[in-house]
T-cell receptor, first 112, second 116 residues
Framework: DGGITQSPKYLFRKEGQNVTLSCEQN?????MYWYRQDPGQGLRLIYY???????QKGDIAEGYSVSREKKESFPLTVTSAQKNPTAFYLC???????????FGQGTRLTVV | QKEVEQDPGPLSVPEGAIVSLNCTYS??????FMWYRQYSRKGPELLMY????GNKEDGRFTAQVDKSSKYISLFIRDSQPSDSATYLC????????????????FGKGTLLTVNP
């Protein structure tokens, strides 16, 4: 089945630790995105990548880092510099020149 | 003024009702408009995708875009309990605007409950 796979579904992090969220797609999409969703806040863009080995900051990139070494993969690292990392993280992808984005099922990150 | 405004609800309707969900926006460069449905603790699912002004129908769902008023709507006919979810509008300026042209700007979502 084609789609976007995010793992893990739930993740717990101790304060001061870095954690990496996985996002893999087999849709052959060029563009990939990371969003953060908080209650009452809607979706906010963290980072996006339109092509391998290139990515741009979104609206709330501070405390996050990404890489795009393969077309299929766009992992997100939540660093210790992110002051309020507890949230629902969503990965999405779209075809080149097309804003129609498809989402994974999300990773819920909780700081303990 | 926020770029995209969406009434968060909650909206509660009886089964079979016609539901109207709406978003307004301020950026006149937006020309691609989407509606997503999101069930609790799940990722958003793309429901409707429209370009520029006009109507688009898909089964019980109709999306309307009025660019002159900067207003978009999603209508759900014969609503079902399975339609109970949060509905998110999203929009983008598209590929001709350069820079962050692929960026989607989302409304905060409207929580809909359809009661049997």
């Amino acid at each position: 089945d084609g789609g976007i796979t995010q793992s893990p579904k739930y993740l717990f992090r101790k304060e001061g630790q870095n954690v990496t969220l996985s996002c893999e797609q087999n849709l052959n999409h060029d563009a990939m995105y990371w969003y953060r969703q908080d209650p009452g806040q809607g979706l906010r863009l963290i980072y996006y990548s339109q092509i391998v080995n290139d990515f741009q900051k979104g609206d709330i990139a501070e405390g996050y880092s990404v890489s795009r070494e393969k077309k299929e993969s766009f992992p997100l690292t939540v660093t210790s510099a992110q002051k309020n990392p507890t949230a629902f993280y969503l990965c999405a992808s779209s075809r080149w020149g097309n804003t129609e984005a498809f989402f994974g099922q999300g990773t819920r990150l909780t700081v303990v | 003024q926020k770029e995209v405004e969406q009434d968060p609800g909650p909206l509660s309707v009886p089964e079979g009702a016609i539901v109207s969900l709406n978003c307004t926006y301020s950026n006149s460069a937006f020309q691609y408009f989407m509606w997503y449905r999101q069930y609790s603790r799940k990722g958003p699912e793309l429901l409707m995708y429209t370009y520029s002004s006009g109507n688009k129908e898909d089964g019980r769902f109709t999306a309307q875009v009025d660019k002159s008023s900067k207003y978009i709507s999603l209508f759900i006919r014969d609503s079902q309990p399975s339609d109970s979810a949060t509905y998110l509008c999203a929009m983008s300026a598209g590929q001709n605007s350069g820079g962050s042209n692929y960026k989607l700007t989302f409304g905060k979502g409207t929580l809909l409950t359809v009661n049997p």
